[in-house]
């Protein structure tokens, strides 16, 4: 069986594409995972069982289990999923991003080359490396204008100054070494899997639980929003068609405001499980999930807007999102719901729902 190694296969993104691939595909999947505290393995747990997966618990800075890794499956592609991810997490401590985005693309990149020297003409030709990345690299938007692929990277906070980092080596390892990368820059993705730190999960259970629902600043902030299985399946576009040493940027479409999510959010609770029968509601004296909305302090160097510009791959690979954003916001809405068991498990002794990224 053909395989694919899948770095940060654990985590929210990499445990949909693992999905993606499974119905999609028919090659076998190695999935590196360090196993932090936003990769587990019950986002896993059905793949696991289904033949075509194999789980390796290691860091993609070890050269030696990456190396291992290669030796061992002989992939015919490598997906980078693997990152630090969390805004707010870098600005309290930026040292994992480092490690990880910076120091282990680097790392990743490096057993690829060694890996590719041992591989056949054929071999070499066929072999594909597509980094994930997003589009915080770009920097902020003002009121109009969209990110392109030709944006100047202007990176506002160490999160993204890491992934902007580990783009530019992916791509000088195209053009010096002529490793046949391609590199993809998202819009925010929500949807089923994802740890409940990111705005819409952390804002599903904070309501059923009756916790105030925190938006920085004035709520203003504009984020263009992308159904994750949306983007798995524009992943899964470029690794088989894109043009390597080529970057797609892949969005939504969306935009929309926190301010706008929160409450479309708490529409939707209110469809799927109304207020009156939510009994931490009741026990605050609350008839409403909108009463639970609460702003704080905005978070430091907090950008204003974000939103991609996916004309290339769409022209050129006839890509674009099948949900519309009504339907995957109600659609993630009801997964939470019915999954509490997952968030249970994956916030144990790790993460009670605090806010971070305040700064020192």
């Known amino acids: 069986m053909k395989r694919i190694l899948v770095t940060g296969g654990a985590g929210f993104i990499g445990a949909n594409f693992v999905r993606y691939q499974l119905e999609h595909g028919d090659e076998g999947l190695v999935i590196i995972d360090k196993l932090t505290y936003a990769g587990n393995r019950a986002s896993l747990a059905g793949p696991l069982q289904s033949g075509r997966v194999i789980l390796i618990e290691a860091d993609i800075a070890d050269r030696t289990a990456v190396d291992k890794a290669f030796h061992d499956y002989s992939p015919v592609a490598v997906i980078n999923f693997a990152a630090e991810s969390h805004v707010d997490r870098s600005i309290d401590d ?97 949807g089923p899997y994802q740890f409940p730190e990111k705005l819409i999960p952390l804002m599903i259970l904070n309501a059923l639980e009756g916790r105030p629902l925190p938006i920085y600043g004035d709520g203003g902030n504009i984020r263009d929003w992308l159904f994750v299985e949306d983007h798995c399946a524009g992943i899964w576009r470029v690794l088989h068609h894109g043009r390597t040493g080529e970057k797609y940027n892949i969005g939504g479409g969306n935009e929309r405001t926190n301010l706008q999510i929160v409450d ?28 639970l909305k609460t702003f704080v302090a905005d978070r430091p160097g907090h950008d204003r807007r974000y939103a991609i510009d996916a004309a290339k791959i769409r022209a050129e690979l006839g890509w674009a999102p099948a949900l519309d954003f009504e339907s995957g916001l109600l659609r993630t809405i009801r997964w939470y719901l019915e999954n509490r068991a997952w968030s249970d498990t994956v916030l144990a002794g790790k993460y009670r729902l605090e806010r971070l990224g305040e700064g020192s």
């Open 264 to 291: 479309q959010l708490c529409a939707g609770l209110e469809a799927l499980q109304p207020a009156a029968s939510n009994e931490a509601l009741r026990r605050r004296g609350l008839t409403s999930y909108t009463q």
């Open 94 to 190: 930026p040292t994992p991003f480092i490690d990880t985005n910076i120091v282990g693309t680097y790392t990743l990149l490096e057993a690829t080359r060694g890996y590719l020297r041992q591989l056949s003409t054929e071999g070499r030709r066929d072999f594909r490396l597509l980094h994930v990345s997003t589009d915080e690299v770009y920097g902020t938007l003002g009121e109009s204008g969209l990110f392109s692929e030709t944006t100047p990277y202007a990176p506002n906070s160490p999160y993204a100054a890491s992934k902007a980092a580990a783009d530019h080596l992916v791509r000088a390892w195209h053009e010096t070494y002529q490793l046949p990368t391609l590199i993809t820059n998202c819009s925010n993705n929500y």
